[in-house]
């Protein structure tokens, strides 16, 4: 199944999407770990967290896919 990411630029008003490689799914194993992946591609390592250049990422990982959000053992 193909998975796809949606990048939002605010300020230019622009919305597109691009396939998540299958080799990141497989190799970091659910939203969360693609969601850190995805992160160390795009961050700007000379500025600051509150740069507006940064990108702020939402992602659900595997637990929220399988219907376990919440649960706690």
Do not use: N
């Not at 999407?17 to 990141?24: F, G, K, M, Q, T």
């Not at 591609?41 to 637990?63: H, K």
């Amino acid at each position: 199944m193909e998975q796809k990411r949606l990048y939002i630029d605010l300020p230019k008003g622009e919305v597109h999407s691009r396939l998540i490689p299958a080799e990141w799914v497989r190799d970091f194993i659910g939203g969360e770990g693609v969601a850190m992946r995805l992160l160390w591609d795009l961050i700007v390592s000379d500025a600051d967290g509150t740069d507006p250049r940064q990108p702020l990422i939402f992602a659900t990982g595997l637990s929220s896919e399988l219907g376990w959000a919440g649960f706690l053992l």
